[in-house]
């Protein structure tokens, strides 16, 4: 078994008393693809940065290639990060900005010439090296900062949102050139955003952060179709989230909700009869049918809109709670206002641990 | 479109006449003043003459341009040494700090700068809390007598002109976006090479516009020597003033500010070209 490339133990970290990471663990292999996903403030900025060594933790370990690096300063890590902000220096041509660390590293000057050429042409700015920072564009100063980490040959890179501020077509065209990159040079990325699509298009494996841990850790697939967590559940694809009491326990276990039973496959073990759990069920898994005389949950549509080739409809279910639905189509014959059954094949929801039991 | 043209010039027009009547205005007086005769007792006469510039390449005048000179640079180098970094910090200090700090700078101002000329003179005088501190401490044996001495007038210099340095790198170091530092150093410099590469380089032009705004007015202070230099310390300002006031000679005390212009204005020319920075314009 190789070493990972990464590791990190129980990272703790607080900022003037507030606690910012609350024991952070993770393990990663050479030439994964992790994303740390997770809203504003959730640590994972710091956790990037302590990888960094831009910030040191209050307690825990980072292991690079199995050694302890922890009090290391950022320029003895062979750790790169792409900054949000691309922090490309302004005073310096792009040729000159990406042969930063090379000509730090007292390398030879025809070299660093190729080996800058070469990274230009990596990242598609072939014959840029004389612009200044200044007249490129947001695109392309990413594609300069990229090619500026890269060119120490980083053990791992860090990338701290580096589409955040691109445009919806560039941020996929980019998407997929880091992913492109990424496996060419068979180089281990960790990837932050607050874009779950992103996560779900590029990771190998996905960590969902909320408010300094992690909330699951795992491949796209899992993250999606297996949440652990109402939040992971309504973060990654906006799931809807369903609370009640367990009526009946097993692997579909069903509960009782104002408007009716809603059942779901469990995940490990099934929660108790009489306890009180959650479920989350994908919007796109939401059936509903105006024969009244069907069986599911009673319920009424609230709104119809149509958004970027999908349906989205609004159903309320008796008790006030609310289901979004959607559908591909432009429009469908039932108006709001229209009492509907709700149902969904209970291998499309899974049971989640609450929120409230979760923190 | 040709409506808001002329209201615009009309908003600008007094500060072109202002500028016109007491800038332009007595510029204009003062070079033609230098080209004019003296008169007998008070004033001058038309009479065209080279005869106040010959006069300024007497040997004692010479030495006091180079003088002035060589303490302008050194209260410059000076000035580097203890602004540069004091700008530095207090840009890294937290907004209330920065706050504070400020307003300790700016609080001094509120006092004449004569007055707290006169207060060196009580740190300065032989036996005053300088040389008593210095005493107490048994670093000196015997009273410095700092006042009337050359250093005297250099640490005048500097205290007097600092904040502009001060103030100059401490508004491009607030400016400056600090996650370049901490992109170096993950590119793998050390803080001193990322200081230099980096910091240093993006802290430049307010390095820069603080030596100009330190060096021109230290070329042509007078009364900080005056005051703290007594008579060992003579400057290109004092001569003027002594010309202008003392010996009533008008057309020598224009042209030596004419040659004294021109000289700080060369400098500046020089010292554009050298540092090719091209964020001075607004200042020069």
Known sequence: MDQPVLQLQNITKQFDGTPVLRGIDLCVNAGEFITLLGASGCGKTTTLRIIAGLETPDTGKVLLGGEDVTSLAPNRRGVNTVFQNYALFPHMTVAANVGYGLRLQKKDKADIRTRVEKLLELVQLEGYGKRMPAELSGGQKQRVAIARALAVQPKVLLLDEPLGALDLQLRRQMQFELKRLQQQLGLTFIYITHDQEEALNMSSRIAVMRDGRFEQIGTPAEVYDHPRTAYVARFVGTANILRGTVKRSGPVTCIETPAGCACAAAQGTPPAAGSTASLAVRSEQVQFSTDLSADGMDGVIREKNFAGGMLRIVLELAGGQQLVASRHGIDLPAQPGQQVKITWQPDHAVLVQDEEAGA | ?284
């Open chain 2, 1 to 284: 479109m040709k409506n808001t043209r002329r209201g615009l010039w009309l908003t600008l027009l007094p500060m072109y006449l202002f500028t016109l009547v007491f800038v332009a205005g007595p510029l204009v007086y003062m070079v033609v003043l230098s080209f004019l005769q003296r008169d007998e007792s008070w004033g001058v006469t038309a009479n065209f003459t080279l005869q106040n510039y010959t006069q300024i390449f007497q040997p004692v005048y010479l030495q006091t341009f180079a003088d002035s000179l060589g303490l302008a640079l050194l209260s410059t180098a000076l000035i580097v040494l203890v602004g540069y970094p004091f700008g530095y910090f207090m840009a890294r200090l937290s907004a209330r700090g920065k706050k504070r700090m400020m307003l300790a700078l700016m609080i001094p101002f509120w006092t004449s700068s004569l007055i707290r000329l006169y207060g060196w003179i009580i740190i300065f005088r032989a036996n005053g809390p300088l040389d008593q501190l210095l005493m107490g401490l048994h670093i000196t044996s015997e009273p410095l007598r700092l006042l009337y001495t050359y250093p005297a007038v250099v640490v005048g210099m500097v205290y007097a002109l600092v904040q502009f340095m001060i103030f100059a790198v401490y508004s491009s170091a607030e400016k400056m976006d600090w996650s370049l530092v901490e992109a170096a150093r993950d590119l793998g410099a050390s803080p001193f090479t990322a200081f230099c590469t980096v910091t240093l380089k993006m802290t430049l032009p307010g390095l820069l516009s603080g030596v100009i705004l330190t060096f021109i007015p230290s070329m042509g202070l007078f009364f900080i020597a005056d005051i703290l230099g007594g008579n060992t310390v003579v400057l290109v300002g004092s001569l003027i003033e002594d010309q202008l006031v003392k010996a009533h000679n008008t057309p020598f005390a224009a042209a030596l500010s004419v040659v004294l212009m021109l000289m700080t204005t060369a400098m500046i020319a020089f010292y554009r070209k050298v540092s090719d920075v091209k964020e001075l314009e607004g200042l020069l």
